[in-house]
């Protein structure tokens, strides 16, 4: 393990903008973690994962630790269900076509979701209908002051939408290095209840379809909508999609007769905010090399080299806009460093 100094994080963050780490170590092993851990005490620290949810607007004054754990593997199993732990370096995409590669049952319709294992509870990642807590059983993390590794169940995490304990309670406090998953290997529970899904289905004459139909489904979608970070600098939906109550809701419906919305409550629904922000004037807009992307208004994009400032203005923007024009506050999904 070697700690490097002034290092360029430009590759390690998905929207490719320019920021230096004071240090930064690779840990491929939570034995190598624990050692980092406890020889580094009194440094500040910052942990690293994929790097697909954030935004850096400045250098990180710490020691970065970007965590590479590596595997995967079937802990238990039985005629219904199979419990899979990976560990947090694992790309989650690749986990998911391994999972259905072993008709595995539960994660396909996040197929394509940029990023690592170790964060997926930490944002409670959802998309299509699906979130991970659905079928997260548990996960290990270590406590960046003592070393010890604890458990933490699905009660425990305190999951919501985009939200867990992760990001309150307990943040800065753990860094996660496996998770375990409950899939089905039979019987399973396919979800096509969003449109697009039904719609790209039918496109393909599937009515019946597996877990490897949805999952193509998905990734034909999002590639469609989303920009490959590879090709062009983004951290996936960068605004959550604001949940409202009913009565709330009616009000600004009453005046936006046209508006979008899904129902996931008795008491509270959900408005797309890509819509809010394409009806704002925002979807395609360019501001220099920052910009609200053509296909997707959810997505902000870096054209070149754009600073995290810079896109991190068109954020704000588009939230005051949104605010002023519907009264309705959009808040980021990314991590804002």
Not at 218 to 237: A, F, H, M, Y
Not at 271 to 297: M, Y
């Amino acid at each position: 393990m070697e700690i490097q100094s002034n290092f360029s994080l430009k590759n390690y963050n998905t929207f490719g903008i320019e920021a230096k780490a004071k240090q930064f170590v690779a840990v491929h092993s939570v034995a190598e973690l624990k050692t980092i851990l406890e020889e580094n005490k009194n440094q500040k620290k910052f942990v690293l994962g994929g790097g697909s949810n954030m935004l850096l607007t400045k250098d990180i004054d710490a020691l970065v630790i970007h965590i590479d754990l590596k595997g995967k593997k079937i802990i238990q199993e039985n005629d219904d269900f199979v419990w899979v732990e990976s560990q947090a370096g694992e790309i989650w995409h690749a986990f998911v076509l391994w999972t259905i590669d072993n008709n595995f049952g539960g994660l396909e319709n996040m197929s394509l979701i940029p990023g690592n294992v170790g964060t997926t509870p930490v944002q409670n990642i959802g998309a299509y209908g699906t979130e991970i807590k659905d079928t997260f059983v548990s996960c290990e993390a270590m406590n960046i002051e003592s070393q010890e590794i604890k458990t933490f169940t699905n009660a425990e995490c305190n999951f919501g939408y985009r939200e867990s304990i992760f990001k309150h309670e307990v943040k800065d406090q753990y860094i996660i290095t496996s998770v375990i998953y409950k899939l089905t290997k039979r019987n399973h529970k396919i979800n096509t209840s969003y449109g697009d899904i039904l719609a790209e289905l039918s496109k393909n004459n599937i009515s019946v379809p597996t877990l490897k139909d949805v999952s193509n489904a998905v990734i034909t979608i999002r590639q469609s909508k989303l920009p490959d970070p590879k090709e062009l600098g983004n951290s996936g939906s960068f605004f959550k999609n604001p949940i409202l109550l009913k009565s709330d809701f009616e009000k600004i419906h009453q005046k936006f007769p046209e508006m979008k919305y899904y129902e996931v409550s008795e008491t509270e629904v959900k408005v797309p905010a890509g819509w809010l922000i394409e009806q704002a004037g925002f979807k395609g807009k360019r501001f220099g090399d920052a910009g609200v992307h053509k296909n997707q208004a959810l997505v902000l994009v870096n054209y070149g080299n754009a600073t995290g400032q810079e896109i991190l203005a068109v954020s704000k923007d588009v939230q005051d806009t949104v605010f002023k024009t519907f009264g309705i506050h959009i808040e980021a999904e990314v991590n804002v460093i």
